[in-house]
């Protein structure tokens, strides 16, 4: 009798301690990358050694060169997979989405009623692209100021995600024509869906947006924040974007709720985000509750 008390007891402490648990956490890789390799040994191991318990659900989908193909195409497969994930934990998700990854979770979050409580930009192009990796070619301005002319037309944006968020300050009514991903989705073009891309986007409570200025893939690195350059090249900063000051996706709107939250780090390459701790303690583990 006693001994049935004490069980009893014990599984009412168990419900409330699973009922308080942490959010799941799903993980979005980038472009080129793979799970196991950006996440493997971090986020995955990081994340339940210090918030026991926390179940962590890095999307395995269009990994290397696969994450290439144009964005809505990942995203409407991404969608499904997440759907079914959210439907099993109704409590709400966390995204946690890396480089290109942080744009497919915008996407996602503007296009789906979600059930995301908050979503960490790790080092994502947010306000788009206009630079080449070093890496990648040594002809870089040869290469930046005329590739609007190949990724500004319909089948190079049928093909390629680059193409989607490739935002040439320079040519922004060629942008606004053909980009068929991230300019819609600022509502920088016409977009039928924009007043459901809002009230979706709305959904979030936090945006916690992460960057810096030793990035060196990221151009500018405070796209990673929502800034972007003028057609001088000149940094506008988020809150004087248009987007911003026309709430047109919603930012300007959770930015007043005081859900947007700003990291800036300094001497970290782009390859280098998910595996310092730094970061990880500072900007992350704190909003993922
Ligand atoms: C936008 O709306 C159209 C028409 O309602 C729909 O077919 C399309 O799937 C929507 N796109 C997104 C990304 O939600
Ligand atoms: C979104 O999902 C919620 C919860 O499942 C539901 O109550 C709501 O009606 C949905 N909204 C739309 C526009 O489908
Ligand atoms: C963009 O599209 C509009 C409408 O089709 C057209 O009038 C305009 O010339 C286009 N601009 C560019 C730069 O292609
Ligand atoms: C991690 O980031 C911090 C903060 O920017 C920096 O001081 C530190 O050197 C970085 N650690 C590594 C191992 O890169």
Request: aromatic share 14%; hydrophobic share 40%.
């Amino acid at each position: 009798m006693r001994q049935s008390r004490i069980m009893t007891f014990f599984f009412f402490i168990l419900s409330i301690v699973s009922v308080s648990a942490y959010k799941p956490v799903i993980l979005v890789h980038g472009a080129f990358g793979s799970v196991d390799n950006e996440f493997g040994n971090t986020f995955e191991k990081w994340i339940p050694a210090e918030h026991a318990g926390t179940v962590v659900r890095p999307i395995r989908l269009f990994e290397k060169a696969c994450s290439l193909l144009p964005m809505w195409v990942q995203i409407e497969r991404i969608k499904r997979e997440v759907g079914s994930f959210m439907a099993k934990h109704p409590a709400g998700v966390h995204f946690l989405c890396y480089s290109q990854g942080g744009l497919l979770c915008r996407g996602i979050l503007s296009s789906m009623n979600h059930t995301v409580h908050t979503f960490v930009s790790l080092s994502s192009p947010q306000a788009g692209q206009y630079g080449i990796p070093t890496s990648w070619s040594k002809n870089l301005d040869f290469l930046k100021v005329n590739a609007y002319k190949v990724l500004y037309t319909k089948p190079l944006q049928k093909m390629l995600s680059i193409a989607n968020y490739w935002n040439d300050p320079h040519h922004q009514p060629l942008y606004q024509n053909f980009s068929e991903f991230l300019s819609p989705l600022d509502g920088s073009s016409k977009t039928p869906n924009i007043s459901e891309f809002k009230e979706n986007f709305l959904k979030l409570k936090r945006l916690v947006l992460i960057g810096g200025p030793d990035d060196e893939i990221i151009t500018p690195w405070q796209s990673s924040q929502f800034g972007f350059y003028d057609n001088k090249e000149n940094i506008v900063e988020m809150k004087k974007q248009k987007f911003f000051l026309e709430d047109s996706f919603g930012l300007r709107t959770l930015y007043k709720r005081g859900g947007v939250h700003t990291f800036t780090f300094p001497g970290i390459q782009h390859q280098q985000w998910h595996i310092n701790r730094t970061v990880f303690e500072r900007a992350i583990l704190p909003f993922l509750i």
